[in-house]
């Protein structure tokens, strides 16, 4: 991997103590490096390899709505003053039970969002992924309605706007590029490197 050696975007500038909470795609799941998250965190660590930390907190197969029985206390425990949040497709697809709407799920995030401000921390947000509904019915099992998807995406872009929160809009990286999904929904390892080149030009 060539992992840059400057900050992803201007929220990570004064990041010392960074950590990604979400689901699967955040953990690197069908990267064996690690994924996106496995090179922001070789920069982030390389601007200050004395003081910055990164942590991957994330787990596969969590939802955005139960993300909060777990994540502030973790991040209050490694002391995280920056939290990028990415989950939220296992929530459409009811992998915890029945799928939520786009509505419900951007109020899942805001619940989240509020727990974490709370402690004076830095939130960024990443939108879902583009995911071929089709191949991740078919090999996984995983029920998506795309239109949900597109839905929550544009809500959580229009909400991240009025409300002055710094989210990154990942959705258009992989569209209609299936080649890069290796179920339809997990990005292959060149999917993980498209979309930290894509989280590096937010910095732009």
Not at 80 to 86: M, N, P
Request: proline share 6%; aromatic share 6%.
């Amino acid at each position: 991997m060539n992992f840059a050696p400057t900050p992803v975007l201007p929220a990570l500038a004064g990041a010392t103590r960074l950590a990604v909470v979400g689901d699967s795609i955040a953990y690197g799941r069908s990267d064996p490096s690690g994924g996106w998250a496995q090179y922001l965190a070789a920069a982030h660590i390389s601007r200050d390899e004395l003081n910055n930390r990164f942590y991957n907190l994330a787990i596969p197969g969590k939802t955005l709505a139960g993300l909060y029985k777990y994540t502030p206390a973790e991040v209050a425990t490694r002391k995280v003053d920056t939290v990028i949040i990415s989950a939220g497709i296992n929530d459409l697809a009811g992998v915890d039970g029945t799928p939520v709407t786009a509505e419900e799920l951007l109020e899942h995030l805001k619940i989240l969002c509020n727990q974490l401000e709370t402690g004076g921390r830095t939130v960024i947000l990443l939108t879902p992924l583009w995911l071929d509904h089709i191949a991740a019915r078919q090999q996984m099992g995983f029920n998506v309605v795309p239109a949900q998807v597109k839905k929550y995406r544009n809500l959580l872009v229009t909400w991240a706007d009025e409300t002055q929160h710094t989210v990154i809009d990942l959705y258009p990286v992989l569209e209609n590029r299936p080649e890069r999904l290796v179920d339809g929904v997990h990005p292959d390892p060149e999917g993980h490197r498209l979309i930290w080149e894509s989280m590096i030009a937010a910095n732009d």
